[in-house]
């Protein structure tokens, strides 16, 4: 029987953590959750009991580790090597973890409150039969997200919404995008970027004014680009546009956005996303990125019809890339 076609996991903004996982999020009812992801390469029959990935920080938790184990031949002795099991372990708690864990068309989601050391996760997860013989081609993949379990949650408020804009002299700077302006605060950008802050603050030798023209962006981008500095919800963006946030934030050195949206853009690669996060990956040289891209494109290259808007460089890079 021909076994079934890889496929990449759900991106996040289409699959399981679709209700309470997308850019910029703010939940009163809860704190809001901490993504990650990871995959892991077995063979059928490898050597020892467990195989596990790196362990990884979570995000949002300082001091907590988690790793994704798999149990080729089962974790209990009794079970006679005929189930492959799949478990989280988490270093520290408590802690909510929602999981799912993907291998081929088995996909099997996960919520529970983890204590310390716990691991939790899925038993009798596959036939070890249905595993496939050769290095590497058993790939599962873990969509995890992170949240904290103390009840009431303290609700944080996003920069924004110190803002009080019914006053006069609130905002004191202005970037000009064409025929629009766009409000923000010098003092504020200074905090998140030394070019914002060189620029703001005349350390670059550059007359200090009040406005900045800002020409080598269009309007949207900036705009999407403040309001995601600021906090605001940007609600569903397609990973063009985050592109062009991403540029910007490159631009003025923003890196604590630069690391979240390229965050995003690895969860979001699809057949139709591509294209753009390819050439993005291969302009900045992002290597974890360009990995990410060559791995999609062994997996899907049939799926991928149009691949015009790559320059031959970036598809010669692609194929060549050494997994």
Not at 273 to 298: D, G, L
Request: charged content about 25%; proline content about 6%; aromatic content about 12%.
């Amino acid at each position: 029987m021909a076994l079934p076609q890889r496929r990449r996991p759900p991106c996040l903004g289409h699959g399981i953590f679709d209700r309470f996982i997308h850019l910029g999020r703010s939940d009163m009812s809860s704190s809001p959750p901490h993504p990650d992801f990871v995959s892991l390469n077995i063979n059928r029959y490898d050597d020892g009991s467990v195989k596990a990935s790196e362990p990884r920080e979570v995000p949002g938790f300082d001091g907590l580790f988690w790793t994704l184990r798999v149990y080729p031949n089962g974790r209990d002795e009794k079970q006679l090597k005929k189930f492959c099991d799949v478990f989280l372990h988490i270093s520290g708690g408590p802690i909510r973890v929602k999981a799912t864990v993907i291998l081929d068309e088995t996909k099997k989601t996960l919520d529970a409150i983890f204590q310390a050391e716990d691991e939790l996760g899925f038993p009798d997860f596959c036939l070890t039969s249905h595993l496939r013989l050769l290095p590497g081609e058993n790939q599962f993949n873990c969509i995890v997200a992170f949240e904290s379990v103390s009840d009431p949650a303290l609700w944080v408020p996003r920069p924004y919404e110190f803002v009080d804009e019914a006053k006069d002299n609130t905002w004191d700077t202005e970037f000009i995008v064409g025929d629009s302006r766009i409000k923000v605060h010098r003092g504020f950008l200074s905090m998140t970027s030394s070019v914002f802050d060189a620029e703001f603050n005349n350390t670059n030798g550059k007359e200090n004014t009040n406005t900045v023209s800002i020409t080598d962006f269009p309007f949207e981008a900036v705009k999407n680009s403040v309001d995601y500095i600021y906090g605001h919800d940007l609600g569903a963006k397609t990973p063009a546009e985050i592109v062009d946030v991403l540029r910007f934030v490159r631009k003025y050195s923003i890196d604590t956005a630069i690391a979240k949206l390229e965050a995003w853009l690895l969860l979001n690669i699809t057949p139709e996303t591509f294209p753009v996060i390819a050439k993005y990956a291969w302009e900045y040289e992002n290597a974890e990125m360009q990995a990410e891209c060559s791995r999609f494109y062994a997996q899907n290259v049939e799926q991928l019809k149009d691949l015009t808007e790559l320059e031959s460089s970036i598809i010669t890079g692609i194929e060549s890339f050494k997994l």
